[in-house]
């Protein structure tokens, strides 16, 4: 036979005339290529990061609902405040009494007395709340 009718059965792209240059060892000589398992260190790195940062993201979600409801509690005494200071009010309100806001028509009224003192009549007011001066000079909604 004749090396012109010898067919090669190894594709050329998988060959090379220059087997030194190649990354990988290519002779029963050279140093094995041994898979590592890092495909499954960075899957378990990566598992473990993820369930850190939603265990934080889920602190911080819990932070944000409770800073929004302190501040809706602050925008409520302060609406409630301005609807006092609105009011019609006949004497001078003390720091940490508790007092009492009606509705009379259209205009609010503060009175000191409370929806179950007013005896057998009743109230002549619509009644909106019991509200107590805090130190800020904002009103709580007891």
């Not at 594709?11 to 495909?39: A, C, F, M, Q």
């Not at 940490?96 to 009379?104: E, I, P, T």
């Amino acid at each position: 036979m004749d090396k012109k009718d010898f067919i090669n059965p190894i594709d050329k792209d998988y060959i090379t005339e220059t087997p030194s240059t190649l990354t990988y060892g290519h002779h029963r000589g050279s140093l094995p290529i041994v898979p590592t398992k890092e495909g499954e260190i960075k899957s378990k790195s990566l598992s473990a990061m993820e369930h850190q940062t939603d265990i934080q993201l889920l602190q911080i979600k819990e932070q944000m609902e409770l800073l929004a409801k302190q501040a809706q509690k602050i925008q409520n005494r302060v609406d409630v405040s301005q609807q006092i200071y609105n009011a019609k009010v006949r004497f001078e309100p003390l720091i940490n009494h508790v007092y009492h806001l009606y509705n009379n028509e259209n205009k609010s009224v503060l009175i000191m007395v409370g929806p179950n003192d007013w005896g057998r009549k009743g109230c002549p007011y619509e009644f909106v709340a019991s509200v107590r001066l805090l130190a800020d000079h904002t009103w709580e909604v007891l």
